[in-house]
């Protein structure tokens, strides 16, 4: 009879307490929740709403599929409608969650045997810091394209050697310009398999560097952020 | 059915292919109980208005569909479903002429909730239970064809796309109930099934795909011919195209490339470029060169410039779809685009849309044209005036004169020209004697 009762009994699951807000920049922080019985695969994305507010925007998942909290990166767009309203959230505020949804992300089996080369624009890397954090063994290089070297958030989390930072606007990069810039001139073996995640023109901008380079478009993985 | 007069419904359906099967499973469903079918002008007692929400136009003759009903059937119990049903829910409920909303997972339990509603009973449709594959086999159907359903929902959130918010997530019938849904179409008598679903290309049980699903159903014993679908053009290789050689399966894909553009294919969140989709497309001709392509683009996606919209009738023509199912862009509320900048003038949607529609005429006539003189098995939908209507393999629309001809039966024609215009050109032909 308990069980009975107990199978019953629905819960909602879609609606999470903030547990912790982590300043990165003045401009971008992560919202971190309780994970609870949410299951997900490293590299897809939520949709998150505000309790109380009809909107609501998707943001792929920041943390590690094991994680024990499921976080989100956000960038406060200046006049925005959405992400100034994040930004006043407050420890022990409601959110809305559904998901997970997308399809960006490789099976468990081939994360530990391929190569792999992630490019990132801004807070397009969310999704990449999952995967490493998902699959710690992952033989990865991860490509960041920010402005301002600041924008490396949490950096130290990468070994050195696979962390490549390329700063458009100041000169502590890695690279100093565009991350197209540094792509053009990089090369790779011919297994490794490409994954973008960033606006619309960097990916279209790095399909185009890849295809280029001889890469088949079945070995290059898009999820564009706008 | 627990009454002594026997009741009459009609039903009016709106949108795709998963609708049409929905509603004749329904049709089925009603028919067994005893219901009469009649058209909505033969004051029916029952109205099931099975609704599209795909587009501003699909919402618009959604409404006045379920207007029109009502209106001319003031008695009657009207049933509102479909995505519509999912996408206004609360709006079509507070409407006095509308006696239940019922959303898609509860679709299949309409009858319950008629029968419920004549005998007295109070049920509300939130009561129903929810399963998106309860539908019965299609016994008694307003099309010649049926569908059967093997998938329902999709994951993919392109952009633009309302589907994923109204049809739910991608789930997928079970092998084994797919198969006897599949025998139990051919035992009521249907020559042809269409594998039909929201995104089929990603079906999934265990470890069958859409493949193996479809090689089982190729091998379900039977005289009767398989179609599928629209689907999405990601993930094919040459086992799929192997498939097309069981004489069963027909020489059609309606694959879905939306754009011709990668730009606009990013910003829409497809998953392929022109390029995959040209190697499917020649991959397919180079092994059937005479396998028919049709298509849907969307045309004034936010941020086409005319250079996409050109890549676009570029890919049309390389193509050669013989068949473009054209829709101009319009924002559904909640879904990324909306947010899109640079939202396309209706001005420059409705241009681009007539050239779209032009070039596939042209197309049709060339792909029409290339059939004289040669043969189809064209299987006889309807009968009028003496003429028997109906498609060949290749789904191309074949008219023949109708002496001796029966209707649901497959007849050699020996086409020998084209007639009508525009969306209604069709091959003309004889009896292959």
Redesign the interface.
């Known amino acids: 009879m308990i069980s009975m009762i107990k199978h019953d009994i629905k819960i909602d699951e879609s609606f999470y307490k903030v547990e912790e807000i982590r300043q990165l920049t003045d401009e971008t922080f992560s919202l971190k929740l309780p994970r609870a019985r949410f299951a997900f695969k490293a590299g897809q994305h939520i949709s998150l709403g505000i309790h109380g507010d009809y909107q609501?925007r998707?943001y792929s998942i920041y943390s590690g599929a094991n994680d024990e909290n499921l976080e989100v990166l956000v960038k406060e767009v200046e006049n925005g409608y959405f992400t100034p309203k994040l930004r006043k959230l407050k420890v022990g505020d409601l959110v809305e969650i559904h998901g997970p949804?997308?399809?960006f992300g490789m099976e468990p089996h081939l994360a530990l045997s391929g190569k792999f080369v992630f490019i990132a624009s801004g807070t397009g890397i969310a999704p990449f810091r999952s995967m490493v954090r998902t699959y710690p063994e992952i033989d990865y290089t991860l490509i960041h394209g920010v402005r301002y070297s600041n924008e490396a958030y949490d950096r130290h989390e990468y070994a050195s050697d696979r962390y490549i930072l390329c700063s458009s606007r100041d000169q502590k990069g890695t690279y100093n310009g565009r991350l197209t810039g540094y792509l053009k001139n990089c090369t790779f073996v011919p297994e490794t398999h490409f994954y973008l995640c960033g606006n619309?023109d960097m990916?279209?901008d790095a399909?185009e560097i890849l295809k280029d380079k001889g890469f088949e478009?079945?070995q290059i993985h898009?999820e564009?952020y706008? | 059915m627990n009454s002594t007069s026997i009741k009459k419904v009609a039903f009016k359906t709106l949108g795709c292919r998963l609708n049409q099967y929905e509603t004749d499973a329904l049709v089925t469903d009603f028919d067994k109980a005893g219901y009469q079918l009649v058209g909505v002008d033969e004051s029916p007692d029952v109205v099931v208005v099975n609704t599209c929400t795909v587009t501003n136009q699909s919402d618009q003759k959604s409404r006045t569909t379920i207007s029109q009903a009502a209106r001319a059937n003031s008695n009657a119990v009207v049933v509102v479903t479909g995505c519509m049903a999912n996408n206004f829910k609360e709006k079509l409920e507070s409407q006095d002429n509308i006696t239940f909303v019922v959303e898609n997972n509860r679709k299949s339990s309409i009858l319950s909730l008629v029968d419920a509603h004549f005998l007295g009973e109070i049920l509300h449709p939130n009561q129903l239970p929810q399963d998106v594959f309860r539908y019965e086999p299609v016994q008694k159907s307003l099309h010649t064809r049926s569908a059967v359903k093997i998938q329902d929902g999709c994951d993919n959130f392109c952009t633009f796309c309302i589907i994923p918010m109204v049809r739910g997530r991608a789930v997928s019938r079970p092998v084994a109930e797919v198969l006897e849904s599949v025998r139990k179409t051919i035992e009521n008598g249907f020559k042809e099934v269409v594998i039909t679903g929201v995104n089929i290309g990603r079906y999934e049980d265990g470890a069958a795909r859409f493949e193996d699903l479809l090689a089982q159903i190729l091998e379900v014993p039977g005289d009767f011919r398989v179609r599928i679908s629209s689907l999405e053009p990601d993930g094919f290789g040459d086992r799929f195209v192997d498939l097309f050689k069981h004489p069963k399966l027909m020489p059609h894909l309606h694959l879905c490339l939306q754009s011709g553009s990668d730009k606009t294919l990013l910003r829409m969140r497809r998953m392929y470029d022109v390029a995959q989709f040209r190697k499917t497309v020649n991959l397919f001709r180079s092994v059937y060169p005479d396998f028919n392509f049709t298509t849907d683009i969307i045309v004034g996606f936010p941020g086409e410039t005319d250079e996409e919209f050109q890549d676009t009738i570029d890919a049309v023509k390389e193509f050669n779809f013989s068949h473009v199912h054209t829709f101009k862009y319009s924002v559904r509320r909640g879904t990324r685009a909306e947010r899109l900048e640079n939202h396309i003038p209706e001005k420059i949607k409705t241009e681009r849309s007539a050239q779209i529609r032009e070039l596939s005429e042209e197309n049709k006539k060339q792909y029409l044209n290339s059939f004289i003189g040669k043969t189809q098995q064209v299987l006889v939908e309807k009968i009028t005036q003496g003429i028997a209507n109906g498609y060949g393999q290749h789904y191309v629309p074949v008219r023949f004169k109708a002496a001796g001809v029966q209707k649901n039966t497959v007849y050699t024609i020996r086409l020998t020209e084209i007639r009508g215009v525009g969306e209604n050109m069709y091959l003309f032909g004889e009896l292959n004697d």
């Open positions: 609501s998707e949804f997308g399809k619309s990916i279209f399909l478009r079945d898009c564009v706008f």
